[in-house]
């Protein structure tokens, strides 16, 4: 829920024109281009983030052993499980999965390094 609020913010915070933050500096507008590529490269992760959990559960043959109840200690057994299938006894398939990710953040790496946003 959190980051679905940060999201927000970073979009509230890209909206801002620079007509609007001319009393500011310069420095506010290349502050605001640097988090709407932010913003960008988030969202993009929340859109892609549960297909690709679905991919994985497929890619692991992960089936978990559903019981009655919905106690949190359930869970947290339920992931665990699932992680510790997918780190040790299907690796390519959690590779596979951060190379999905890395080059869907490629172009917003790209925009990062062109604005030099994390340079003083």
Known sequence: MHLIKVTLLLSLLALCHKSQVQAFSKD???YLQCFEVI??????LIENTIPAIKILVLCIDYQPQLEKGNSFL?????VHQFAKKAIYHKPDCLIQMFSAAVTLLKPQERKLDSLNCFEE
């Open 28 to 30: 506010f507008d290349k």
């Open 74 to 78: 359930k869970y947290i057994r339920i």
């Open 39 to 44: 913003n960008d490269g988030v969202s993009l």
